[in-house]
């Protein structure tokens, strides 16, 4: 500068000069590649990965935690085409854009997991790092060069980012700037999008932890003053990303995608302590502020689904519940399959629950935790079974009677193993007892009557066979799914029946010979019962 002075034609070429050459440097900073990604690629590779995936998804729908797909949940394949056949365009986007990299698939690494050991950084970048850095230094430029870095590739978490397939338009300014769009979406439902965001998000979380470790671990001269804010501004850009996806979900209402949420709730929740490790000073207060609304959005969503599940089996249903119960007969009712589902799949969360439901009202107005969500589903059930149960007084009360032992007793093991204390529990196995007696008092105990003293005794026996074909063949397709239930319902029947023929047998022993069923057939067509569409039926 002084050889030079600024105001000179030599000045300003010189300035000309040094600019040209910073922005080559910087664009040579651009181009290293810091950071080894290689190590990450799957087993058998790119297909096996997206493969794995898609078999994860699968799963998750397979499990507790689809109950939402009972009514009518969508169940498309993750990024497959309708002949089920994954679609090669898809396995060329899933490439990271600029660099070449490939997604990490799940069966990389486990949820639980990212392995230290792997070493990431790149050794041959070190010493370009601390010349690019002397040179800036010395030419007063450390200004231009934090700008460059959030624009800094990154193969590692690119990698895991490349899971949710993309397109990100890059701003200057992180938090307020970039664009997201979806490659393939039209093949995505909600569902896998937010299983491919939770993956990536644990493992983004994970690796930043231990990139942070291991570039502090090296001694890169003249770029050691500059590897907090590196590491820094790729964890601010990445996780932004990541935040903006999450908050795109905070406007769902359905209670079909209330666990998908759900998960993504607890997983942005917990992955915080990772993400704004790396964040120093104003970014990351900045950071755990946006978090900390997002979090309040989805909780704000999660409990307007949580409120449209408990409406649901408030009103008992869709429109077309009444058109269903019909068909139902007694065995155990969706609407109460439904109800269970959510309580058996919502359990694990109760944690995150009782965050969520701490404030609430309207519809869930007193459900200020999962205790009480638990008591209000099965509060909400029991009178629509009621209710329910009145549509098969036609054939008799018997078939009430059934139909709530059925549902009381689904309720009381499925849903009595997670929450209702021992009163609780005393109170529906009374109830089932209590239907257990009025089903046989009302459907068998006609039966017997047939047998009443005073007629001809083979006159009697021929209306006691004529009301036992009736009430066999209409009772004998019922389905009790519950093996102590079928066997007290049937030891029951039997005790009633069977007690009861055979002693009249004994006092007309002239009709031995005569008589359709010994005691022990007739025991035999008792284990016929409520064995549902399988049962055999081989006894008239």
Not at 334 to 347: D, F, G
Request: proline content about 3%.
């Amino acid at each position: 500068m002084h050889a030079f002075p600024m105001a000179s034609p030599a000045g300003r070429r010189m300035d000309g000069a040094l600019r040209a050459a910073m922005s080559c440097l910087m664009e040579e900073f651009l181009s290293l590649r810091v950071w080894d990604g290689s190590q990450l690629e799957g087993r058998s590779g790119l297909r096996f990965a997206i493969d794995k995936l898609s078999v994860s998804v699968a799963a998750a729908r397979g499990a507790s935690s689809s109950f939402a797909f009972l009514t009518g949940g969508s169940t498309a394949s993750t990024v497959r085409t309708s002949t089920g056949e994954l679609s090669s365009r898809t396995v060329d986007v899933l490439y990271a854009s600029g660099s070449g990299s490939q997604p990490a698939g799940p069966d990389v690494f486990s949820d639980e997991e990212f392995p230290d050991e792997l070493d990431l950084i790149c050794p041959a970048s070190l010493s370009v790092l601390h010349e690019i850095s002397l040179r800036v230094i010395r030419a007063g430029y450390t200004k231009e060069l934090l700008h460059t870095f959030a624009d800094a590739p990154c193969e590692v978490l690119d990698r895991f980012l490349s899971i949710l397939q993309l397109q990100v338009g890059c701003s200057p300014e992180a938090e307020t700037g970039e664009s997201i769009s979806y490659e393939n979406a039209e093949w995505w439902t909600a569902e896998d999008m937010i299983r491919r965001w939770i993956l990536a998000t644990k493992l983004v979380e994970k690796a930043l932890v231990t990139m942070q470790t291991q570039l502090h671990a090296q001694s890169n001269g003249a770029f050691d003053r500059f590897k907090n804010d590196y590491i820094m501004a790729m964890a601010k850009r990445r996780s932004y990303i990541l935040l903006r996806f999450a908050d795109g979900f905070t406007s769902t209402r359905s209670p079909e995608k209330l666990m998908y949420v759900l998960e993504m709730y607890e997983v942005l929740g917990s992955a915080v302590p990772g993400l704004v490790l790396v964040l120093t000073g104003q970014h990351k207060e900045l950071f755990s502020r946006q978090v900390e609304v997002v979090l309040a959005k989805l909780a704000r969503a999660l409990r307007a689904m949580i409120g449209g599940a408990v409406t649901k089996v408030r009103a008992g249903g869709s429109s077309g519940t009444q058109g269903e119960t019909r068909g139902v007969g007694a065995g155990v009712h969706p609407l109460t399959r439904y109800a269970v589902s959510c309580i058996e799949s919502l359990a694990p969360h109760r944690g995150a629950l009782d965050v969520i439901l701490a404030s609430t009202g309207g519809i869930l107005e007193g459900v200020n935790s999962f205790g009480d969500l638990f008591s209000e589903l099965v509060a909400s059930l029991e009178p629509k079974l009621e209710e329910i149960s009145t549509l098969r007084g036609e054939e008799g009360g018997g078939l009430r009677h059934l139909f709530l032992a059925n549902n009381t007793s689904f309720v009381l093991i499925r849903a009595g193993a997670i929450g209702g204390d021992d009163e609780w529990a005393a109170c529906r196995r009374s109830r089932v007892e209590q239907h257990v007696a009025g089903y046989v008092e009302a459907s068998w105990a006609p039966v017997v009557a047939c047998l009443e003293a005073g007629k001809p005794a083979t006159k009697a026996l021929a209306k006691f066979n004529a009301a036992l074909d009736k009430a066999y063949s209409g009772h004998v397709r019922c389905e009790v799914s519950d093996p102590e239930l079928r066997a007290a319902l049937r030891k029951a029947v039997s005790e009633n029946v069977v007690g009861a023929y055979g002693a009249y047998l004994l006092e007309h022993p002239k009709l031995g010979r005569s008589a359709r069923h010994t005691p022990d057939t007739l025991a035999g067509l008792v284990s016929d019962l409520f064995e549902g569409e399988d049962a055999s039926g081989n006894h008239s």
